[in-house]
């Protein structure tokens, strides 16, 4: 099964002179119940790729599917609905909102989607991410590890069909780093969720089924049951 698929994909910013080919073209297939790291150089279009598979952003040329759906064919509301019920997120810049708690924080999305949370594996969850005893603080009394976690419980809260992750241990220690990757794992092998995560660090993709690699917005080789070693 495909997740989500990219076809030809273009990413164009800016225009003329200053226009930068951040995606050239790119076909790519993510596996459905599958862990897959995207790596590359800075610049190589990571981020570009991950905001354009969760249909953050639009391309330029070509087109991203996910599951059958081709994005650039809904609208804006049916977009948004489908961010909301089928994928999770986990970015850098967390998007907590700074006026509700941490527990606030992470119900929001199934409280906008009319959902009940499942309060069992709510528990399970931010005792894993070890912020229990933070979930009445709210995002500023929280240090930055702290707050990347509760991202985190948000994305998953809701056992979303796709989660894309951004650098999601780049502002842990090397401890709570692992304890995100193997939280990340059991999501795909223990729950068949399927995880695309963009990361810079060799141990962290090895982590995943599939290293796929990026430079200069193409697809430039792919490596499965990926080590430390074999994708540095
Ligand atoms: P990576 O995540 O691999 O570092 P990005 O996708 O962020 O790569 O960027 C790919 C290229 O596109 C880079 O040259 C970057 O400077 C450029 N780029 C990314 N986002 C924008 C933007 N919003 N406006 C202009 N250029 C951008
Ligand atoms: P990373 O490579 O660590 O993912 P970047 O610094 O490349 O992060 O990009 C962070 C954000 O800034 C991305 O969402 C990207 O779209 C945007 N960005 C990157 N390069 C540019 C640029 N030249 N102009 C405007 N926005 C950019």
Request: charged share 20%.
């Amino acid at each position: 099964r495909v997740a989500a698929r990219t076809v030809g994909l273009v990413k164009v910013y800016g225009r003329g002179e200053a226009a930068v080919r951040a995606l050239d073209g790119v076909d790519l297939e993510i596996h459905a119940g599958r862990f897959t790291a995207i790596m590359g150089p800075s610049g190589s279009g990571k981020s570009t790729m991950m905001h354009l598979l969760a249909g953050l952003d639009t391309g330029s040329g070509g087109s991203v599917f996910l599951g059958e759906t081709e994005l650039s064919s809904l609208s804006d509301k049916a977009l948004t609905t489908v961010r909301r019920d089928r994928i999770g997120f986990v970015f850098q810049s967390f998007n907590l909102l700074p006026q509700l708690t941490a527990e606030q924080n992470i119900l929001l999305p199934l409280e906008l989607a009319g959902k009940q949370p499942d309060r069992k594996w709510f528990d399970e969850l931010v005792e894993i991410l070890g912020i229990t005893a933070r979930l009445g603080h709210r995002p500023s009394e929280l240090s930055g590890g702290q707050q990347q976690r509760v991202a985190v419980a948000r994305a998953l809260v809701s056992r979303p069909e796709v989660i894309f992750a951004d650098e999601p241990t780049g502002n842990l220690d090397s401890k709570s780093g692992h304890e995100l990757l193997d939280l990340l794992r059991r999501s795909v092998h223990q729950f068949g969720q399927t995880v695309v995560m963009v990361t810079h660090d060799p141990v962290a993709a090895s982590y995943a089924d599939r290293v796929v690699l990026l430079a200069d917005g193409k697809l430039a080789g792919e490596i499965y049951q990926p080590t430390a070693d074999s994708v540095l």
